[in-house]
């Protein structure tokens, strides 16, 4: 077997678990199953896929991630109890020898009184005996003591060395509630290296929530006191204030080599492509100052800045746009490019689609060309990301047009496809976009309530893409939806429709479901 580099710092990404429960930013199969397929051509150590107990859905995602993926390790997320480690290694088995079972429980005096009503040795036996139980199943089996940043060092230091003796070759500490500074974090980990005598046996992870803004810099100081892998996810997405950013500690790490004396596998240039697609297919935008992947990332606005640009590019800038990806233009296709060129191009953008896929969107690709001067790559994310929906449409949107000004009444004629059936109604409201929600409200007879509604452009220029993000309750339902056009009115009506198609769905399901168990809350 090939020795560890040990100076190689594993990326664990877990966009798709820890980034999903990032409120809004639930995930379609088809949606996890491209992101899963640009984290491969990031070159990701090991991509963590759901959380296979806590739904269908998730349990879905991480089996399909497992019997595609070809690189990464694939970790699916238990609680330490049978039934959920054997749902886990269910899901995540096809991966074969890249198979990981990610087993945690909490072990913070906290948690264990007020969450677990258990003591310490409760709390260490459970962690001892569902470690043994994941490795029944798969060699690798990874351990986190959850709020392990709250934890007494010693009983923390403790359950590492039982779990490490029980079978777990990977050691992650988070700090669950990103409570956490540096230099103390820092110091935990140092601790840890110091006072479990197997943790040679093991790799240490740290998993740092961003609570205080501190994740990136704790997961380096974690780095610099031996930690050998850091868990984060594309644009920093994840629960409450999100996790430790993907781009901005791989680029920390490539650009401080000097200071770190570490590396990643990471191919940086896929970074910017990552992060967009990310972006498009949660509805999650990217603040304009984000670090690395932000607009504002590599803009220069001081005359100062710029003269000293021209001068010497280094004067103002750590690294370039090309190490991260971003292109010098990306301006890609025009309407008379073929076929082949639409599905070479889908391919480097890293979207592997069928032939039937790749017929509706170079379809929908030559529809765009037609209204808009330029395509750029966020349009063609769009369009895929449209397709992807993968909910079952009980109705389409086959025509919509408003009418709306200052001084007259918005009213908006729709016509929806729902089976063989062509509706079509007419209704006014307070503005066009009121008026078309409404009539669609009229014609399907549910009712929604708007809760959220985003509207942002998805590229630049006068003709840009419209995104719409809408959050809808229905029947006490609270449903996302996502919808673009290069009209704000269609875009809008195309969200809302989306989240009332998710809604349908999902009803239909709760009717043949027997009554539901409880489930486990998602986790942070
Ligand atoms: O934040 C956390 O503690 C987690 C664990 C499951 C690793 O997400
Ligand atoms: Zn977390």
């Given amino acids: 077997m090939k020795a560890r580099d040990k100076n190689r710092v594993i990326i664990f990404d877990t966009t798709l678990r820890d980034g999903e429960q990032c409120p809004g930013a639930s995930m379609r199969l088809g949606e996890k199953i491209q992101i899963a397929r640009q984290l491969e051509r990031l070159k990701v150590d090991v991509i963590e896929a759901g959380f296979p107990i806590a739904s269908p859905g998730d349990f879905e995602a991480v089996k399909t991630i497992a019997e595609q ?102 050691i992650n500490i988070p700090d669950t509630v990103g409570y956490a500074i540096p230099s103390e974090f820092g110091r935990l980990i140092g601790y840890l290296f110091e006072h479990v005598p197997n943790i040679g046996q093991a790799i240490v992870h740290v998993h740092c929530h961003n609570d205080l803004g501190l994740a990136v810099a704790n997961s380096l100081a974690a780095v610099q006191n031996g930690a050998r892998g850091v868990e984060c996810t594309i644009n920093g997405l994840g629960e409450r204030a999100g996790n430790c950013s993907l781009e901005e500690i791989a680029m920390a ?27 498009q297919l949660t509805g999650m935008m990217i603040q304009r100052n984000k670090a690395v992947v932000g607009a504002n990332a590599f803009a220069h606005e001081s005359g100062i800045h710029q003269d000293g640009m021209l ?76 397709m992807l929906q993968d909910v079952p449409s009980a109705y389409t949107l086959q025509y919509l047009h408003v009418s709306a000004g200052s001084d007259t009444v ?88 989306n989240a009332l198609n998710r809604h349908l769905v999902n009803r239909g399901m709760a009717a043949r479901k027997k009554p539901a168990k409880r489930k486990p809350r998602k986790k942070a």
Avoid: W
Avoid at 353 to 368: G, K, M, P
């Fill in 253 to 279: 790490i490539r650009l401080r080599k000097d200071e770190l004396g570490v590396t990643t596998g990471i191919q940086t240039k896929e970074i910017f492509r990552a992060s967009r697609m990310v972006s």
């Fill in 311 to 386: 001068k010497e590019r280094s004067t103002y800038e750590i690294m370039s746009p090309q190490d991260v990806g971003i292109p010098e233009s990306e301006l890609v296709l025009g309407k008379h490019s073929g076929r082949h060129a639409f599905r070479v191009h889908m391919n480097k953008m890293g979207f592997k689609l069928t032939d039937a896929e790749n017929e509706l969107a170079y379809n929908r690709f030559i529809e765009l060309a037609d209204k808009k001067k330029a395509v750029y790559d966020d349009d063609l994310i769009a369009i895929v990301q449209d």
């Fill in 69 to 170: 993926s070809k690189g990464p390790r694939i970790a699916g997320l238990a609680r330490c109890l049978k039934k959920d480690i054997e749902r886990c290694a269910e899901a995540v088995m096809p991966a074969g020898n890249r198979a990981r079972i990610h087993a945690f429980l909490a072990t913070s005096a906290i948690h264990r009184e007020f969450k677990l009503k258990k003591a310490k040795n409760e709390i260490l036996r459970q962690a001892v005996e569902h470690v043994k139980y994941a490795r029944s199943f798969v060699d690798d089996v990874q351990f986190s003591p959850e709020d392990a940043s709250r934890t007494e060092p010693e009983f923390l230091a403790e359950i590492t060395r039982a779990v490490i003796d029980a079978g777990a070759t990977t």
């Fill in 410 to 497: 918005a009213t908006a004629t729709v016509q929806l496809q729902k089976g063989e059936e062509t509706l079509q109604d007419a209704a006014c409201g307070d503005g066009p976009v009121d008026a078309a929600l409404k009539t669609m409200d009229r014609m399907t007879g549910v009712q929604g309530t708007l809760l959220d509604y985003a509207l942002h452009a998805i590229t630049r220029g006068k003709d840009a893409m419209a995104e719409a993000t809408v959050s809808v309750r229905f029947a006490g339902e609270t449903v996302p939806g996502k919808g673009s056009s290069t009209d704000v009115v269609e875009a809008s009506a195309k969200a809302y429709l």
